[in-house]
């Protein structure tokens, strides 16, 4: 029974998910492989930029600064896009977000729904319970697509079937679109979803989509996507509902020009998106005439108070502290146990889906700084990581739970003993005393008891030398 | 100069080549070391495994200890790391002012060894001769926290008969990460293994870093492996003045 899920209440811890990936030595391959080629290209695109630090500092401010006052900002978006034709619902929720969705849906007779590429309507679940209620969801991206087909879950927040290569994606389009000698080449695996898709492009007339930025300034929504299909979905629909974040509105219209710049440099390695689809409300006889948004809490506004909580919303979802995260790079996205992988997932989950379905994402990261160092809205991943840990620890405090209890006293026990010089010179010739029976016959240790087995479960370790740092210098100092 | 000079907890015990090897280099530069006996740990495995209210006191610890250093040496990227980047943090939220203060006047005073050579004491040939083919693991901390760049490869170029071969992907983390690599053990040995590769393809005999963490984990999978290759931190190859017999680093 596989243990993979992206349902944080259900998910396994980490390493349990982690151990279970790591055996997949294909998907590794795939995984490693298509993050070195999306990181080479992004390198290569920043590198040309010489601002590219100050558009990352311009990004951040733009990012925060909505975030300071969301509230204000959410209303003027409200405002503007109701004055534009458009209509504006609140989601507390996962679930009022559906039931939203649904009705809008019923109203407009709808029992078919095209949808763009949404992490949002991910979180949310929406595919599944519009299926249960009996609306037919065609996903039109072309990664959402391979994974609607085969049943499977994303594993990248901008390239969800990451995790399939293009041999594994020809067998199930064969398969599900009856192609036996479909061949395995990216033009044809194109074509192929193409002709699938177009039929319901032409027949099928309410669409859903997510949001890259609400902008509050004018009331417009903002999609940028690389296939164009997600411009056939919202163009050719009559009725769109757009499900957003909360945290997606930025100020103004202006801001666009730092985040249109930073977003596809960071996300696919491209200077410009080949499809940016800017759009304010209703115009007649052109695009969709029953337009919706659905702002999204969900959990969103807890994080606003607190200033290291807060800048995890500045996230714009580009996917590059994915691609550069040596932890993701083994694992793939589906360890994390939910649509959001990665250090940006690592952050958000557990802040999102209450901490106890999540603790040990927070660890889940090597602390190597690889995220921050990318992000294109400057969000320091490992301090936020070490915070959330320390907010585990403090929930933890009553619990015994056992490996936590071992850590516990440990850390416990270390703590005192570094608050005296003289009690760590104890410490380390007790030390000492305790790794004599684990010393092997060549001098190394090869297994210890409890915590430290999983060190030499795959690693060796020297024993301590006989004499400290300390003791060699006090050594020195007398014989001066 | 009067350096003194912050080992850290794990080189203390564990490392007490590294610490030698410090002082046998600024020694030999005509610096004076002092080495203050009551110290022990800047308390990162706490803050970092986050046990953050013992890290606090730890903190205070070591900026009372180092308060009047002329210039603090710690030959420990990422301890430096937990210091520059955190302690702040620390006297804010416990509302400690005098500890904000106090490390407002002493954070620029603190160096990470190669630091302390290159930005300090602006060397970059300290005198050493240590003829081995050596690769350089660029720590993490190091690199995206003290920004050391290409620093400690500047010394390492100037030291006699060494030879220096890049190590593809030096920048990818060994996968330490402290008790990451007990708490998700299996992870954390998968990236040790990219860089085992890595280390082993380049033929060296050394590799080397500033951080002996990350040279703990590398040469306990090098061992196991049964693999000819030693890690040693960079202090003792600049420390080196070619007194070993060949082939016997
Ligand atoms: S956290 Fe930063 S790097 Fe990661 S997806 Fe969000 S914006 Fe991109």
Redesign the interface.
């Known amino acids: 029974m596989t243990l993979i899920t992206v349902d944080p209440l259900k998910a396994p811890s980490?390493?349990k998910a982690?151990?279970e990936l790591?055996r997949d030595t294909q998907l590794?391959r795939n995984v490693a492989h298509a993050t070195d080629v999306i990181q080479h290209k992004r390198a290569a695109l920043v590198a040309e930029k010489s601002d590219w630090q100050a558009l990352r500092t311009a990004g951040a401010a733009i990012r925060a600064e909505a975030l300071r006052h969301l509230d204000r900002y959410l209303e003027q978006f409200e405002k503007q896009f109701t004055a534009a034709g458009g209509h504006v619902h609140w989601a507390s929720d996962a679930d009022e977000a559906r039931r939203i969705i649904a009705g809008i849906l019923h109203d407009a007779q709808a029992d078919e729904v095209i949808k763009i590429k949404s992490m949002t309507t991910a979180e949310i679940d929406l595919n599944r319970s519009l299926e249960s209620a009996g609306v037919r969801v065609y996903e039109t991206d072309l990664a959402e697509l391979i994974l609607q087909l085969g049943h499977d879950q994303p594993s990248h927040i901008i390239a969800p079937a990451l995790h399939k290569n293009r041999h594994q994606v020809r067998d199930l389009f064969a398969r599900e679109m009856h192609l036996p000698d479909l061949a395995d080449d990216p033009p044809a695996l194109t074509e192929a979803a193409r002709l699938y898709l177009r039929e319901k492009f032409l027949k099928v007339k309410a669409a859903i989509c997510g949001a890259n930025f609400l902008i509050a300034e004018t009331g417009s929504i903002c999609i940028v996507e690389s296939e164009g299909n997600g411009r056939m979905c919202l163009t050719l629909s009559d009725t769109l509902i757009s499900v957003a974040g909360i945290e997606k509105v930025i100020p103004t219209f202006a801001g666009l020009e730092v985040l249109l710049q930073t977003l596809p440099r960071a996300a696919t390695g491209e200077r410009m998106n080949p499809y940016n689809s800017i759009w304010t409300g209703v115009t007649p006889g052109d695009g969709p005439h029953n337009m919706h948004v659905v702002l999204l809490d969900n959990g969103r506004s807890n994080l606003l108070e607190k200033e290291i909580t807060r800048q995890t919303l500045q996230c714009i979802r580009c996917g590059a502290c994915l691609n550069t995260c040596?932890?993701y790079?083994?694992?793939g996205g589906h360890a994390y146990g939910s649509v959001y992988s990665g250090p940006i997932g690592a952050i958000l989950t557990p802040q999102l889906f209450a901490l106890e379905h999540a603790q040990s994402l927070?660890?889940?990261?090597?602390?190597?700084?690889?995220c921050?160092?990318v992000c294109p809205v400057k969000i320091n991943i490992p301090?936020v990581l070490?915070y959330l840990?320390?907010?585990?620890?403090?929930k933890n405090r009553n619990n015994l739970s056992s490996v936590f209890s071992q850590?516990r006293i440990g850390?416990?026990m270390?703590?005192r003993?570094?608050?005296?010089?003289e009690r760590?010179e104890k410490a380390?010739r007790m030390?000492r005393i305790f790794e004599k029976p684990f010393i092997g016959q060549d001098g190394?240790i090869?297994k210890l008891p409890g915590?430290?087995g999983?060190?030499t479960?795959?690693?060796?370790?020297?024993p301590?030398?006989a004499?400290?740092?300390?003791?060699?210098?006090?050594g020195r100092k007398a014989s001066q | 100069m009067r350096i003194s000079l912050f080992i850290t907890c794990y080189n203390d015990t564990l490392f007490p080549h590294t610490g030698k090897a410090v002082v046998s280099v600024l020694e030999r530069l005509g610096h004076t070391v002092d080495f203050p006996i009551d110290q022990t740990c800047c308390g990162q495995m706490h803050f970092n495994t986050g046990y953050r209210r013992a890290a606090y006191p730890l903190a205070k610890r070591f900026v009372s200890i180092f308060r009047d250093a002329e210039a603090v040496c710690i030959p420990s990227s990422s301890c430096v790391a937990m210091i520059r980047d955190y302690y702040a943090d620390l006297a804010d939220e416990n509302h400690d002012q005098e500890l904000a203060a106090d490390l407002r006047t002493l954070l620029p005073r603190i160096f990470e060894f190669t630091e302390l050579l290159t930005d300090c004491l602006h060397l970059e040939d300290v005198g050493a001769s240590f003829s081995h083919r050596v690769t350089y693991h660029a720590s993490c901390h190091g690199l995206r926290s003290l920004h050391l760049g290409d620093k400690p490869i500047r010394l390492l170029r100037h030291v006699r008969g060494l030879d220096l071969i890049e190590l593809p992907n030096s920048d990818r983390c060994c996968g330490f990460g402290g008790t990451f690599a007990v708490k998700n053990a299996g992870v954390s040995t998968a990236m040790l293994e990219e860089k085992l590769d890595a280390i082993l393809g380049t033929g060296a005999e050394i590799c080397t870093a500033c951080d002996n963490s990350c040279l703990m984990h590398i040469q306990g999978r090098l061992h196991r492996h049964g693999a000819d290759v030693r890690a040693m931190h960079i202090a003792e190859i600049l420390a080196s003045e070619n007194r070993e017999r060949e082939g016997t680093p």
Request: hydrophobic share 50%; aromatic share 16%.
């Open positions: 980490f390493p982690a151990a790591l590794r040596p932890v790079r083994q694992t927070p660890y889940a990261s090597s602390l190597c700084g690889a921050y160092e301090e070490v840990r320390s907010r585990v620890v403090d850590e850390m416990k270390m703590a003993i570094f608050l005296n010089h760590f380390q030390a190394w090869h915590l430290a999983q060190w479960a795959a690693r060796d370790l020297a301590i030398p004499q400290s740092f300390r003791e060699w210098w006090r």
